[in-house]
């Protein structure tokens, strides 16, 4: 496997992680409303008290720093369509482990945006 396309791989996949967690992270936190809002300091409290916000925003930030290594190696029209696979792993990780519903319309979505990837991974 090219060197290049672990990266992506990796860099996507970290981003993954960090969408996880921090959902998992707000989902302590609550659902921020209109109350929230008003009282914004106590729910930036419980945000920055999270901690598994701190650890999706970790994961986005080495996500951030090896698509940079990505975009030093590789064009940016053919690295950048890999990123969709965070759309598709996103969506499969969020039924498997978040128990989130997916609709077949949702799954067919991740199908053509999957089978876009691979065209793009072809040229």
Do not use: H
């Not at 672990?6 to 936190?29: R, T």
């Not at 609550?30 to 009282?39: D, E, H, K, R």
Request: glycine share 8%; with cysteine; proline share 2%.
């Amino acid at each position: 496997m090219n060197k290049s396309f672990l990266l992506i791989l990796i860099s996507v996949g970290l981003a993954v992680a960090g969408q996880v967690f921090l959902k998992v992270g707000m989902g302590q936190v609550g659902s921020i409303g209109s109350s929230s809002i008003a009282n914004w300091q106590d729910t930036l409290l419980k945000v920055i008290a999270t901690p598994q916000i701190w650890l999706g925003l970790m994961l986005y930030g080495l996500s951030a720093l090896s698509w940079l290594i990505v975009l030093s190696r590789v064009e940016l029209s053919f690295a950048y369509p890999f990123a969709a696979l965070g759309y598709a792993a996103v969506v499969f990780v969020s039924w498997l482990y978040l128990k989130e519903p997916v609709s077949l319309l949702r799954w067919l979505g991740v199908l053509v945006i999957c089978l876009g990837v691979i065209l793009i991974s072809k040229s």
